[in-house]
C-alpha cells in the first residue's frame, strides 16, 4: 500500500520558538494532503487541507498565520508551528490522499510528537 | 454539522473472545465509512472500508458493516488476540465538499485484549 512518511517523529522545543514538520508520500504522488491534531484521548482534528501548488484551506479555529503549510511538490507538505506554546504540544498527523481510476482514499503518516516546554 | 460516536469508550476482554465496537454518526450523507486502527504513539492503520453502498466488508477476523439510513456501523472481531490491543476508529467521509472533503472522526475504543 501507499506509505506517507514524517519527520520528525517527536520534537521538544523550547516556547516561542518555532518547529517545521515534513509529511512525504512515498511511493506516489498526493495532490491533496490533510494535517490532523490529535490531543490525548481525543479524535483527530483537521487543521487544513493542502493543495499542491495553491495555499492551504484552514478550519475555522485554526490560525493560519501560527501555522503555516506549505506543500511546493506532489510528495511534500510541511507545516509549520510558528511561536509555539506549550498549549500546541500535540500528536499531528498528516495524511495524503491517492485519486485513481478506482482509488479514492487517503494514507496517513506516523505523526509527530510535539512537546513545547 | 456531523458528529462520530463511538461506544464504548474502553474494552478490556479476555483473548478469543469475539467482540463488537460500535460508531453512530447524526447524519446519513456518507460517501463511505472507515475503520482504522491506532497503536500508541503510532499513526493511522486503515483496516476496513465500507461504500455507501455496501452494507458489510471483510477482512480477515473482521467484519465492519453499515447501516446508513439508521446511522450506525460495527466492528466485529472475531477470536480476539493480544495483539488487537489498539484504539480503534471509526470515521465518516460526507457525500459533499468534492475534492476537498472533510472525514469526521470519532474519538475511538481503546481495546485492551487480556492473554
Known amino acids: 500500500g501507499a506509505v506517507v512518511s514524517q519527520h520528525p517523529s517527536w520534537v521538544i522545543c523550547k516556547s516561542g520558538t518555532s518547529v517545521k514538520i515534513e509529511c512525504r508520500s512515498l511511493?506516489?504522488?498526493?495532490?491533496?494532503m490533510f494535517w490532523y491534531r490529535q490531543f490525548p484521548k481525543q479524535s483527530l482534528m483537521l487543521m487544513a487541507t493542502?493543495?499542491?501548488?495553491?495555499?492551504?484551506?484552514?478550519e475555522q479555529g485554526v490560525e493560519k498565520d501560527k501555522f503555516l503549510i506549505n506543500h511546493a511538490s506532489l510528495t511534500l507538505s510541511t507545516l509549520t508551528v510558528t511561536s509555539a506554546h506549550p498549549e500546541d504540544s500535540s500528536f499531528y498527523i498528516c495524511?495524503?490522499?491517492?485519486?485513481?481510476?478506482?482509488?479514492?482514499?487517503?494514507?496517513f503518516g506516523p505523526g509527530t510528537r510535539l512537546t513545547v516546554l | 454539522k456531523q458528529e462520530v460516536t463511538q461506544i464504548p469508550a474502553a474494552l478490556s476482554v479476555p483473548e478469543g473472545e469475539n467482540l463488537v465496537l460500535n460508531c453512530s454518526f447524526t447524519?446519513?450523507?456518507?460517501?463511505?465509512l472507515q475503520w482504522f486502527r491506532q497503536d500508541p504513539g503510532k499513526g493511522l492503520t486503515s483496516l476496513l472500508l465500507?461504500?455507501?453502498?455496501?452494507r458489510e466488508q471483510t477482512s480477515g477476523r473482521l467484519n465492519a458493516s453499515l447501516d446508513k439510513s439508521s446511522g450506525r456501523s460495527t466492528l466485529y472481531i472475531a477470536a480476539s488476540q493480544p495483539g488487537d490491543s489498539a484504539t480503534y476508529l471509526c470515521?465518516?467521509?460526507?457525500?459533499?465538499?468534492?475534492?476537498?472533503?472533510?472525514?469526521?472522526f470519532g474519538k475511538g475504543t481503546l481495546l485492551t485484549v487480556n492473554p
Open positions: 495524511s495524503a490522499r491517492v485519486l485513481a481510476l478506482y482509488t479514492d482514499t487517503q494514507y
Open positions: 511511493d506516489f504522488q498526493a495532490t491533496t
Open positions: 493542502s493543495n499542491e501548488g495553491s495555499k492551504a484551506t484552514y
Open positions: 447524519d446519513s450523507a456518507i460517501y463511505n
Open positions: 465500507i461504500q455507501s453502498s455496501q
Open positions: 470515521a465518516v467521509r460526507p457525500t459533499s465538499g468534492g475534492s476537498n472533503y472533510k472525514l469526521t
